[in-house]
């Protein structure tokens, strides 16, 4: 466990596969050769202190609901979203193509018929339908301009529709340099100022912080 913690904080810091920024612009970090990154991404030992299937249930996600993963990367959630979804769908969105190629199969692979993933852009998701939740694992912190990413990403919420973020708590051993962690309060402040009002704080997370957002009213 601790040389995964290692080589995810390597990793994190200097090639996060989603949206990277660098001062207000957002930028792609190349991130190819996703079989050899999958080895890091989905080994079980993340699971540990991830606990996926915990986030998953503690998302109360109906069968038939619409989720998007942003960052999406090897599908370490996707692939869970979309089990726990068997009658919606799960729309996967990274910047790299790699990624996108490797999920794709991926989900071919595993029979999710339900799961697609595509390229996004660094200020757009582009999801190809209106969603019930969106999912932002360990990418929120990559996200350039964010207030105006997570205003334009509100209007493509379906009515009750939530966004979850999952980051790197400031004293995390694990994660992006100190100096490119966001606190949880400054989330809160962001997503008010993009539309948002949180709903829900949950505490399981050794070193993350998850919260959950609605559009305000």
């Known amino acids: 466990m601790i040389r995964l913690l290692v080589i995810l904080a390597a990793l994190v810091a200097s090639a996060t596969p989603t949206l990277a920024q660098h001062g207000h612009q957002p ?6 050769d996703a079989e050899r990154w999958a080895q890091v991404f989905d080994d079980p030992a993340r699971d540990k202190w991830q606990k996926p299937d915990q986030v998953v249930a503690a998302l109360t996600l109906a ?10 990367g090897t599908g370490y959630f996707s692939v869970r979203l979309a089990r726990a979804v068997p009658e919606g769908t799960v729309y996967g969105a990274d910047l790299e193509p790699d990624m996108v190629r490797y999920l794709n199969a991926r989900a071919e692979k595993e029979k999710l018929a339900n799961l697609a993933s595509h390229v ?6 582009k999801l190809p339908a209106p969603v019930d939740l969106v ?17 334009r ?3 493509t919420l379906r009515p009750g529709g939530r966004v979850a973020i999952i980051d790197f708590k400031l ?21 008010t100022q993009a539309g948002y009002r949180r709903i829900a704080a949950h ?3 050794p070193y993350q912080y998850f919260l959950v957002f609605a559009p305000a009213r």
């Open 27 to 32: 930028m792609h970090r190349h991130f190819s």
């Open 63 to 72: 069968p038939d609901a619409r989720v998007a993963d942003i960052g999406s």
């Open 120 to 125: 996004a852009a660094p200020d757009d998701p």
């Open 135 to 151: 999912l932002v694992v360990d990418t929120y912190h990559h996200v350039g301009a964010r207030a105006q990413y997570f205003a």
């Open 153 to 155: 990403l509100r209007e």
């Open 171 to 191: 004293d995390s051993p694990t994660g992006p340099p100190p100096a490119g962690r966001i606190a949880p309060a400054q989330v809160e402040q962001e997503m």
């Open 203 to 205: 505490e399981f997370l």
